[in-house]
């Protein structure tokens, strides 16, 4: 019989039904997905991830449906409960992950032709809800909340505690760096595309990784560009005392400030609500920051152009002749 905490497997299945009928009831996916909690020591099956609160009355379950905000909550209604509690999970971690829709168990339930056209409507629908615009159309979300909901919903070490407990939070983040660290490896790409073709595509992997360098190495085709044109020698790389970072390109008071379209999220290009997984912000507070560090340096009496990498591509005369234009005027 299965062991009170923990998702019943194939074994169970077989254990109770025979090999034949135990694996056909667990291919149909029956009652795969139950979790039966040790009544004796629900705070450890949190921790376990087996369960989780509500955070409105305290009770311990499995999941949240609108029969416990109908029956037993003093909110009494999911909708109601996740305004007010946007980040709150509904499902306990370990049931989410088996009850989680995958293109393989798709194709598994109504073949390769039929499983594929309903995991990319699944995609799209997902694609669609996870919108600022369907957040506030069916919740009445602001924008602020939208970003405070995306944000719990990153992997940091603070989620993982939030979500799964100290103890099985700080596991579980373990797992996820070690995870991270093993499918950015060779022997990764390796295993998961062959020998000949892993080697190709982490090569490539590790190309795209050295975005840093491209971004510098722009930086500086950009500033011989000027340099050249203008007839000046800007510096490189700008410390203003007090404004922490640096910027640049600068000569006496004139600064000139090259952004790349992904590292400052171009406006043109990205919705504020974009969240940048190597800064680890949103787009709006991206330019939020800047904007701060612009105005501290005019506060200074220092004068600030900005460029953008997608002018610069599309119409780089013109920008370079409005930059020297700039750096003439008195």
Known sequence: MPVKGHVLSKDDYIKKYGEIEGINKWNKNAN???????????????????????????????????????HRCKIKTLKEYKQKHPDAALVAPNLAKNQAITLEKMIQKYGRADGELRWKKYRE??????????????????????MQFNKSRSCTLPNFVKRHGEKAGLEKWNQYCERQRFTTSEQYFKEKYGEEDGARRFADFSRGRNCIDFKNFLEKEVLRSINNASGKKLSYQVHIPGIPGC???????KIIEFNG????????????????????RFAAEIWEYDAKKHNEAISRGYDIMIIWENDWKTKRQETLLNIVRWLNEN
């Open 32 to 70: 795969r997905t139950k979790i039966i909690l040790d009544t004796n020591n629900l705070d450890a099956e949190i921790d376990n991830g087996n369960a989780i609160r509500c955070l409105e009355c305290g009770y311990i379950t499995t999941r949240l449906q609108h029969t416990h905000f109908t």
């Open 247 to 253: 910027f640049d390109f600068g000569i006496g008071k």
């Open 261 to 280: 379209d992904y590292w400052h999220c171009n406006p043109i290009k990205y919705h504020p609500n974009f969240y940048h997984t190597m800064k680890k």
């Open 125 to 146: 629908l997902q694609a669609l809800t996870n919108t600022f615009q369907f957040k506030a159309a069916t919740y009445g979300w602001s924008e602020d909340h939208f």
